[in-house]
């Protein structure tokens, strides 16, 4: 049984309870409120008609702001891929660096050299000189670099008088552009002066252009499932989910550097939409989302809470979602790194849960949201979104992004109450646009700072799919994000109280949906496109 949405007819007003009551039009731009305790996380719009006490709302992020400019799909690019030019060849971002420590002595009336080498034929854009020469009187000293071809550009010519020291960073592109970076750089200190003397402790050269040659093979995703939660950050640090962490195999912890390429520094777990940096932890919602990647992945260690693909698969974190800039626009941004990580990387991406949304009424918004989600679609990643906490309120001609795009890679959920036997008071419906229904209330699970704790919403629905599609790409891995999809509507446990609440009729069966995978014929993967 395939399900296919309806396009959605978006009324004039649509009234909506709790968090989907804010109409685009007239509510004004805000964030998220502090992470709380007790499992309220902040989140909390207010406690509702039937709402637990430890129910927490799905984040809603901050707005776009109207007057502000929309960037260009370009500007949300990562990394270095390579595009082809001809039929062979490619024209790729190169960033070399190379480093010396001679810890050699500056003597008066003499000259120092040292040099380091790089190996690829790379036209320079940029170089940069890190330099760190001790002297106690730098007003003696002539500082030159000299690239492999014999060009000089002078890094000091006895400026600064009787201070101490040439140290720090020298922009020397201008001096050195087009110059390849192939070969010997040799940098030069002169003393031209008595009685003072120092130390040549060390340089580096950072280096980058764009290197011409054959295009290398993009890398085949490998390793087990990794399931994207865009969110607050995840405790990576958390005893639960110190396995269950997608770790890049490729960076180096603290060093500073983006070892990978792919444009961002140190993102060892993931990455950091708000803030544009590996900390995922900076920033609001971190409860939120690491009890969302608890009910994904956390141990089965005996202590808290078991997740639902435990040692099957693995949780990244996208974290700062509701920070810096408005929710569509960190989307967007942290849709384009996970599709790189997937396409250029090698990382197993198979799945993004998405327990966040808004409703957006204006057409433009609307089609970023689809846009982004398509390039999902086209990287074969599944989208596990949930519903809104309406408190009963039908979604059927709602644009709530991005629950409701029709896409076939889109699954979204409703909220199950804790005995799993009717849908959850707080939750919404509709049986266009909602797929199925998993239990969201009194849902166990890890929380920053190595505790655990029960909350309450679709938030936790949604990773509880998550993790099912998450164990059905650990025993099939050959499935496409649509026909997990589809494998999941049709193993649904059917429900009498569901029944013209979502399509399916159906709460999710976790060994059903498993099963069905394992027993699927896979087909080489086609491009998804709409249904």
Do not use: C
């Amino acid at each position: 049984m395939t399900v296919h949405r309806k396009p959605l007819s978006l009324p004039t007003s649509t009234p909506r309870t709790g968090e989907a009551a804010r109409s685009e039009s007239t509510a004004p731009s805000r964030g998220v409120a502090r992470p709380g305790k007790g499992g309220t996380d902040g989140f909390d719009s207010g406690k509702l008609m039937g709402r637990p006490s430890n129910f927490v709302d799905r984040p809603t992020g901050q707005r776009p702001d109207p007057s502000a400019p929309v960037l260009p799909a370009t500007a949300f690019a990562f990394g270095g891929n390579k595009v082809a030019v001809g039929s062979r060849e490619a024209s790729t971002p190169v960033t070399l660096t190379a480093s010396a420590t001679p810890n050699a002595a500056v003597k008066d009336l003499q000259t120092l050299t040292s040099t380091v080498s790089f190996d690829k034929d790379v036209p320079l854009e940029s170089l940069k000189l890190n330099l760190d020469l001790a002297h106690s009187y730098r007003g003696d000293l002539v500082v030159k670099l000299t690239s492999p071809s014999g060009k000089t550009a002078t890094v000091s010519d006895r400026q600064g008088g009787n201070a101490d020291d040439v140290k720090g960073a020298f922009d020397l592109s201008t001096a050195f552009k087009g110059e390849s970076a192939k070969g010997t750089w040799t940098l030069s200190v002169e003393d031209k002066a008595r009685a003072d003397t120092g130390t040549l402790k060390s340089w580096g050269l950072e280096a980058s252009g764009k290197a011409q040659g054959p295009v290398d093979p993009k890398p085949r995703p490998s390793g087990p499932p990794v399931v994207a939660v865009f969110d607050g950050g995840v405790d990576f640090k958390h005893s639960d989910l110190s396995t269950g962490m997608w770790t890049n195999p490729n960076e180096v912890a603290g060093d500073g550097k983006d070892n990978d390429g792919n444009g961002v520094v140190d993102d060892i777990h993931g990455y950091n939409v708000g803030f544009n940096s590996g900390d995922v932890m900076k920033g609001e919602g971190t409860d939120h989302g690491t009890h969302v990647a608890g009910i994904i992945a956390a141990d089965d260690n005996g202590k808290g809470n078991t997740g639902i693909a435990a040692g099957k698969a693995k949780v990244m974190s996208i974290g700062g979602l509701y920070d810096g800039a408005d929710l569509l626009t960190n989307f967007e941004r942290g849709v384009d790194y996970i599709v790189n990580m997937k396409q250029n990387h090698g990382v197993n991406v198979r799945a993004l849960n998405a327990s966040f949304g808004d409703e957006y009424r204006d057409a433009a918004s609307q089609a970023r949201w689809k846009a982004a989600v398509q390039k999902l679609a086209d990287a074969d990643i599944l989208l596990v979104a949930a519903t809104a906490n309406g408190n009963g309120s039908n979604l059927n001609d709602v644009a709530d992004m991005p629950a409701n795009i029709d896409l076939p890679n889109v699954i979204t959920v409703a909220s199950m109450d804790k005995r799993n036997d009717k849908l959850a008071r707080f939750s919404s419906h509709g049986d266009k646009v909602v797929e199925l229904a998993a239990v969201g209330e009194d849902v166990l699970s890890t929380v920053p700072g190595g505790d655990w704790e029960k909350m309450s919403g679709t938030s936790m629905a949604t990773p509880t799919v998550a993790g099912a599609a998450a164990l059905m790409f650990a025993a099939n891995p050959d499935l496409t994000a649509a026909q997990v999809r589809d494998l999941l509507v049709k193993t649904v446990e059917v429900d009498p109280d569901l029944k013209g609440k979502v399509s399916t009729s159906g709460k999710l069966d976790i060994a059903a949906a498993v099963k069905a995978a394992k027993e699927t014929v896979t087909t080489p993967p086609t491009s998804v496109a709409g249904r």
